[in-house]
């Protein structure tokens, strides 16, 4: 039995695989709610054996969204789009994940299929950001982002409201897996890293401060969250620039989050500002051992990401104990069969790795 397919389980969860479907944003959502898209999209990939299917970052709030195409779940009508998406996963045997987000100051932004640019608040579909401070994301470049609105205490108290309800309405979807995106330069992320982070009230200063809308957004979710279920942390485990968040500091934020139930980190890196690279820039390929780092300094498991393509070095993260999952993201839209490709490479019983409909004839 190859590592890669030997089953894991996080409290009552249980994962057939360490395989993963990263979050995606598939900007194929309207006002916020997922479309027949995501069904093909998520669906397919449980029926193409994956463990782990995760729904792209996934807004607690309309101004959370990155783009007016991106997924939302504030609503009961989100949760009612998602609960046969959810239903149908579980139907072929994978755990259904979530990532509930704020974009922050890198929010009112055309999608990324549109070049990924700011609008302005006077554009039909842009609107004002929120960030820890007024400085924009960037504001020198080409690209020209507009100066978000600097939150206030009690605007921080009522996003981390929007985290909650956003994690009920998860729960009753009946997701297995909760993730809270800590990382790429979005809210919580921005709040963490001293790049952006200047503040000086509670929620700055040294990374105690800086880490307290994270921590204290935890707590509150995990309070809603079942016990029995899952709880995840996306964090940019390192920000990929001169003075920015380094594996000594999320090794320390990792190990708050830890002694707040959270069961395991998922290790990204980059995209606090434009200089810092990393989610699927050329920093990408380093987050995997990072990961294996975090792992060790935290004692929590880990799920490494970034440029995991060959089944073999899959299979090497988790038997050499660097990772516990190995999350795929751009692999898996060139092949949804990639956990059957990875089984054929390492040697294991393929009988069973699709659905049976696919599985019988080809497995
Ligand atoms: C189209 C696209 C959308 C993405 N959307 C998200 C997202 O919603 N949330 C997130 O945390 N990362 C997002 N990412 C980053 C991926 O989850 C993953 O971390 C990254 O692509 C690196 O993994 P890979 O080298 O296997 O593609 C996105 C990446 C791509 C290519």
Not at 12 to 33: E, H, L, T, W
Not at 173 to 202: K, Q, W
Not at 284 to 299: F, K, V
Request: charged content about 20%.
């Amino acid at each position: 039995m190859s590592a890669l397919f030997t089953p894991f389980r996080i409290n009552d969860v249980a994962f057939k695989n360490r395989i993963g479907m990263s979050p995606m944003c598939q900007y194929s959502s309207n006002n916020g709610v997922a479309s027949d898209w995501h069904l093909v999209h998520l669906g397919s990939r449980a029926v193409g054996g994956v463990g782990l299917v995760m729904v792209e970052c996934t807004a607690v709030s309309p101004g959370g969204r990155i783009s007016q195409g991106c997924a939302g779940l504030w609503d009961q009508q989100h949760a009612e789009a998602l609960t046969p998406i959810v239903d149908f996963m579980h139907r072929y045997g994978t755990v259904a994940g979530i990532q509930i987000s704020h974009s922050g100051r890198k929010g009112s932004a055309a999608t990324a299929l549109e070049g990924g640019s700011h609008l302005d608040a006077d554009d039909p579909n842009g609107w004002d950001t929120v960030g820890p401070t007024a400085d924009a994301f960037d504001p020198d470049g080409t690209r020209l982002w507009k100066a978000p609105h600097a939150l206030s205490v009690d605007e921080i108290e009522a996003t981390q409201a929007q985290f909650v309800h956003s994690a009920t309405l998860a729960a009753n979807v009946g997701f297995d897996l909760l993730e809270v995106h800590c990382a790429h330069g979005y809210l919580l992320h921005s709040f963490l890293t001293p790049l952006v982070n200047t503040r000086d009230d509670a929620y700055g200063g040294d990374l105690r401060g800086r880490a307290r809308f994270l921590l204290e957004t935890v707590e509150k979710v995990r309070a809603v969250w079942p016990e029995n279920r899952a709880l995840s942390v996306r964090l940019s485990v390192h920000d990929f620039a001169e003075g920015g968040l380094d594996l000594d500091d999320t090794a320390q934020v990792g190990q708050w989050l830890k002694e707040r139930g959270v069961d395991i980190l998922d290790c990204s890196g980059g995209g606090a500002v434009p200089a810092a690279r990393g989610a699927i820039g050329n920093r990408t390929a380093e987050q995997p051992g990072m990961a294996g780092e975090l792992r060790a300094a935290t004692g929590l498991p880990v799920m490494a990401v970034g440029a995991i393509t060959d089944p073999h070095q899959a299979d090497q993260l988790i038997a050499s104990n660097t990772a516990d999952i190995a999350l795929l993201g751009r692999e898996m839209m060139r092949d949804p069969h990639w956990a059957l490709t990875a089984a054929k490479a390492l040697g294991v019983d393929t009988r069973h790795v699709l659905a049976e409909q696919y599985g019988f004839f080809v497995g």
